[in-house]
């Protein structure tokens, strides 16, 4: 939990161009939840979360988005400050999007920590594993 707040505090995007604010709120409401469902995960499966997959998976995706959501604030941010708004509108406009994109898979996978169907995926693939494969054709 530390090297993620290391990793991920609020003034470090104290710079990013206030062309961005938007997407800088976001991303520290993001980083915020990001902190209380790795906190809710961990104290909920303490040291079997190493062998817990779908839990993982979900958390590093999360994280891979906060990094890149990070990262596009920050190149945009240079590009604004390099070229103006008008020059940067194409930067603008991609990390806009993108940060709408982020933050809904961010937040889908930090919901599913809590709520999924895992248990469920797992008996299922488990029958296949037995019976050798599903009971039905598969196009």
Do not use: W
């Amino acid at each position: 939990m530390r090297k993620v707040k290391e990793t991920f505090r609020r003034e470090r995007l104290s710079r990013a161009h206030p062309l961005l604010a938007r997407e800088a709120v976001a991303f520290e409401e993001a980083v915020d939840d990001f902190q209380q469902a790795v906190d809710r995960a961990l104290t909920e499966h303490g040291t079997e979360i190493a062998e817990m997959q779908y839990v993982q998976l979900r958390i590093a995706n999360a994280a891979i988005d906060l990094y890149a959501l990070a990262a596009c604030i920050a190149r945009t941010s240079r590009a604004i400050q390099q070229r103006g708004e008008e020059g940067a509108r194409r930067e603008l406009d991609m990390t806009s999007m993108f940060s709408r994109a982020a933050i809904l898979r961010i937040r889908g996978n930090l919901n599913k920590l809590v709520n999924n169907d895992d248990e469920l995926r797992k008996l299922i693939a488990s029958r296949a594993y037995e019976d050798n494969g599903y009971p039905f054709d598969v196009l």
